[in-house]
């Protein structure tokens, strides 16, 4: 009878972790209406604050991606080739790099808004791309492309596609390249120096566990 009731919770549990899993197309609207909304409320990130900017790429964009499968992808057939703390500092770069690329796109911010098309997702989907279009005030739509994979906690953006163009493959052959030419510890450094180049002193270094 034990074992029945714990049979029975277990699958309840798991039933209701399922349910709590957001559609990935709920997930992107759900983001960006939020970050939206506090940028519109926030004078000081409006002004370019560093210190709030990161702490809001920190708290509402970043939990939404997948940086080791993004790095796993950019490094190509060289991952297998990597020691576990040249891919655990190689993950830590890239995530840097997107927060950089975050911190800037905010800092640009005009009243744009975020337009989310509509999902067709079976469920059994373990993958999909929501397509978004980022909608400016006199100008064209810019179509930006989320690929995310199911996890165990939930939907995580693996790539981003700007206008067609993967920034996951955009930085495949320039990794390539620096690996094929020094060595993966050499594109390490690369990523790492561009980084702290771009760091003025509120950059937040990531912690990949």
Do not use: C, H
């Amino acid at each position: 009878m034990k074992k029945l009731f714990l049979v029975v919770s277990l699958f309840l549990m798991a039933g209701i972790a399922q349910a709590e899993i957001i559609a990935p197309d709920v997930l992107i609207k759900d983001t960006a209406q939020d970050v939206i909304t506090i940028v519109k409320q926030d004078k000081d990130i409006q002004s370019g604050n560093q210190k709030k900017i990161l702490a809001l790429v920190d708290a509402k964009i970043l939990p939404n991606f997948d940086f080791t499968r993004m790095t796993q992808l950019a490094a190509g057939k060289y991952w297998r080739q990597a020691t576990p703390e040249q891919k655990k500092a190689l993950v830590a770069e890239f995530r840097n790099m997107l927060v950089r690329t975050y911190t800037k796109a905010f800092t640009m911010y005009k009243d744009q808004t975020i337009e989310v098309k509509p999902l067709k997702l079976a469920a059994t989907d373990t993958e999909t791309t929501v397509k978004t279009q980022i909608i400016k005030v006199g100008g064209q739509p810019t179509a930006v492309d989320y690929q995310m994979k199911k996890a165990a906690d939930g939907w995580k953006v693996f790539d981003v596609v700007i206008e067609g163009v993967s920034m996951v493959t955009s930085y495949r052959g320039t990794f390539s390249s620096q690996i094929e030419q020094s060595g993966i510890d050499s594109l390490i450094k690369s990523l790492a120096d561009m980084n702290a180049g771009a760091d003025n002193g509120t950059l937040k270094k990531a912690e990949v566990k």
